[in-house]
């Protein structure tokens, strides 16, 4: 049974430009969150998709967006990358927006220079 | 004020020595409390979950939840080196659907 997957899984781009990233979620998981964990810190939520709606956000600007498919798949795009950017871009799923039992993938690193 | 606080370490123990973790939190919301180990390079992993105040046992682990005080803690009996790893607290509300995670608190247990 696959878990969460996450790709890609390492990320080199230049300040100004946008990126996207891809999450599949454990197989009958329903909700994917989004969060950025920079370096020696704990994760920061980003936001959660539930039935192809953003249902709830963090602190980010609007320059982080997302989408949800029909499959439950998801992306993250960030747009005007800056060097504070440069994270761990987590991706995780859970049945239902208010289970708390997360399955987290392991991530795609990302590098703004 | 931080709505949750932890150690960031590294907490360093000898091989079979009883580990102790902590976090606080400021927010007396606050429902649900988990642990999550954390690899290098690899994502969180749920090793503990709790609703409200008391204890949870899981083999080598437990956590505690005190409300009153504002404080939840892992212990970890019997630590192994592969124990050895990033340990991440999480707390979260009803109504709310983000974690707040601590910073971490880096282990090293030696052999």
């Known amino acids: 049974d696959a878990g969460v997957t996450q790709s890609p899984t390492h990320l080199i781009k230049t300040r100004g430009q946008q990126v996207t990233l891809r999450c599949s979620p454990k197989?009958?998981?329903?909700?994917v969150s989004w969060y950025q964990q920079a370096l020696g810190q704990g994760p920061q939520f980003i936001f959660q998709?539930?039935?192809?709606?953003?249902?709830q956000r963090g602190n980010f600007p609007d320059r982080f967006s997302g989408h949800q498919f029909p499959n439950y798949s998801s992306e993250l795009n960030v747009n005007a990358l800056l060097l504070g950017d440069s994270a761990l871009y987590l991706c995780?799923?859970?049945?239902?927006?208010?289970?708390?039992?997360?399955?987290f993938g392991s991530g795609t690193r990302l590098t703004v220079v | 004020q931080k709505e949750v606080e932890q150690d960031p370490g590294p907490l360093s123990v000898p091989e079979g020595a009883i580990v102790s973790l902590n976090c606080t939190y400021s927010?007396?919301?606050?429902?649900?409390f988990m642990w999550y180990r954390q690899y290098s390079r690899k994502g969180p992993e749920l090793l503990m979950y709790?609703?409200?105040?008391g204890n949870k046992e899981d083999g080598r682990f437990t956590a505690q939840v005190d409300k009153s005080s504002k404080y939840i803690s892992l212990f970890i009996r019997d630590s192994q080196p592969s124990d050895s790893a990033t340990y991440l607290c999480?707390?979260?509300?009803?109504?709310?659907?983000?974690?707040?995670f601590g910073t971490g608190t880096r282990l090293l247990v030696s052999p």
């Open positions: 927010n007396s919301a606050f429902q649900y």
């Open positions: 995780a799923s859970s049945l239902l927006p208010r289970s708390y039992g997360y399955t």
């Open positions: 999480a707390i979260g509300r009803t109504g709310f659907q983000k974690l707040v």
């Open positions: 197989s009958g998981h329903d909700t």
């Open positions: 998709y539930y039935e192809e709606e953003e249902r």
């Open positions: 709790t609703y409200s105040s």
